[in-house]
């Protein structure tokens, strides 16, 4: 089982839709969890961070936490072609694991048409 | 802000030559810097962990001798692939977290360096 799994996608929606993105993790003791954005040839640049249960919101990106289920998502309200790109979920080891290790995803490519 | 800069970001040299990438934190100071590399359409794979003044910690499978990691200061690190050969042709990226941080910080990523060894 990989440590941090997602869908590869392509996840097509259309501009002004909500794209949900999706990620399962391992590592029960996982506290610190990161969604990255990487367009294509360039590196990732944080979107969101998320560290306790719930729904953490930011602009038109909401990143949601469910602990128990091991489950972290990102939504995108009102996808924007600028959207475009590989979402990487990224997360965190529990103490004793390299705690400061990140464990990336596979990455899912979204693409938003207009 | 949290910058990383990454040099150089494009690299094309003969099979054999050793290649030198610099990672530098500009506005902070690093605790600890990463190593990654990305072939196409895949993801980040984790090579080395940083730490100034100290030897780095390799993942399994990654040559500590042919990934030369020096890590000389709290601002800067240095990964030199020695003897480069075309498998080595990658997308290197580092990053960085602050000095002091917790385990919720986020590691601030460079721009990359992309290696292509003819």
């Known amino acids: ?114 | 802000g949290a910058v990383v800069s990454q040099h150089p970001s494009w690299v094309i040299c003969k099979s054999g030559t050793s290649v030198k990438i610099e990672c530098r934190s500009l506005d902070f100071q690093a605790t600890t810097m990463f190593w990654y590399r990305q072939f196409p359409k895949q993801s980040l794979m984790l090579m080395a962990t940083s730490n100034e003044g100290s030897k780095a910690t390799y993942e399994q499978g990654v040559e500590k001798d042919k990934f030369l990691i020096n890590h000389a200061s709290l601002t800067l690190s240095t990964l030199t692939v020695t003897s480069a050969h075309p498998e080595d042709s990658s997308f290197y990226i580092c990053s960085a977290t602050r000095l002091g941080s917790t385990s919720n910080q986020p590691q601030h990523f460079g721009d990359g360096t992309r290696l292509s060894i003819l």
Request: aromatic share 10%; net charge neutral.
């Open chain 1, 1 to 114: 089982q990989k440590e941090v799994e997602q869908n590869s996608g392509p996840l097509s929606v259309p501009e002004g839709a909500i794209a949900s993105l999706n990620c399962t993790y391992s590592d029960r003791g996982s506290q610190s969890f990161f969604w990255y954005r990487q367009y294509s040839g360039k590196s990732p640049e944080l979107i969101m961070s998320i560290y306790s249960n719930g729904d953490k919101e930011d602009g038109r990106f909401t990143a949601q936490l469910n602990q128990a289920s091991q489950y972290v998502s990102l939504l995108i309200r009102d996808s924007q072609p600028s959207d475009s790109a590989t979402y990487l979920c990224a997360v965190k080891g529990s103490a004793g694991t390299g705690f400061q290790k990140l464990v990336f995803g596979t990455g899912t490519r979204l693409l938003v048409s207009p």
